[in-house]
């Protein structure tokens, strides 16, 4: 079985700072690892996904995410955030076949000027 | 903690029949639901959202005479896949908002994989 844990409930910076929201999954397979965000009454937007090849991930907005397969982490960063990424970031992580898909509980992102 | 339930957990059917999928929030009222599907290796993709007492609001690209979205309560949401083909196969999984403004959170469900055969 599979499982994904943020860390963080919640995470306030201030604009132009770095962030990290933390993830980490637990799997006796190969996963296929997931960075989504929602912004207020809208759905999932994929912001970099992990399939496989080069662990660091860029993604939109700036945003990248590292898979360490020591660690079992997909931690998702940015060096300077604006306000407009406030926002909810979900983790997820799926089998190889699709057969499942886990999310984390979600972090929200909280940016303050 | 919050759960949302989804059923079925699997389906298979022949092509050309329809299916239904329910998405259950247990206990909490949720207005608003969307509804994603994923095929492997690819991320999920958001097919409609899905506002208790009105249409659902569809994505560019969905077809919503294909993809039947009824949300009649504020606790069951359902998505009915008409006249399947096998390129529907895939794994469908809902989501449930509850609460409002900051206090929003969302909850998945444990998806339903569907297979046309």
């Known amino acids: 079985a599979q499982s994904v844990t943020q860390l963080d409930s919640q995470v306030p910076v201030f604009e132009e700072a770095p962030v990290e929201l933390r993830c980490n999954y637990s799997s006796s397979v190969s996963v296929y690892l997931f960075w989504y965000v929602q912004y207020p009454n809208q759905g999932l937007q994929l912001l970099l996904k992990?399939?496989?090849?080069?662990?660091l991930v860029k993604g939109i907005n700036g945003f990248e995410a590292e898979f360490n397969k020591s660690q079992t982490s997909f931690h998702l960063r940015k060096p300077s955030v604006h306000i407009s990424d406030t926002a909810e970031y979900f983790c997820?992580?799926?089998?190889?076949?699709?057969?499942?898909?886990?999310f984390g509980a979600g972090t929200r992102l909280a940016v303050h000027p | 903690g919050a759960v949302v339930s989804q059923h079925p957990s699997w389906v298979i059917c022949k092509s050309g029949t329809s299916v239904k999928i329910e998405c259950r929030s247990l206990?909490?009222?949720?207005?608003?639901m969307f509804w994603y599907r994923q095929f492997p290796k690819q991320s999920l993709m958001l097919m409609a959202t899905?506002?208790?007492?009105?249409?659902?609001?569809?994505e560019q690209g969905v077809e919503k005479d294909k993809f039947l979205i009824n949300h009649a309560s504020l606790t069951l949401s359902t998505l009915t896949v008409t006249s399947a083909h096998p390129e529907d196969s895939s794994f469908y999984i809902c989501?449930?908002?509850?609460?409002?403004?900051?206090?929003?959170?969302?909850?998945f469900g444990p998806g339903t994989r569907l297979l046309v055969l």
């Open positions: 899905s506002n208790e007492g009105s249409k659902a609001t569809y």
């Open positions: 989501s449930a908002i509850r609460g409002t403004g900051l206090q929003e959170t969302q909850y």
């Open positions: 997820a992580v799926s089998d190889p076949r699709g057969e499942q898909l886990i």
């Open positions: 992990y399939l496989s090849g080069s662990t």
């Open positions: 206990d909490f009222q949720a207005t608003t």
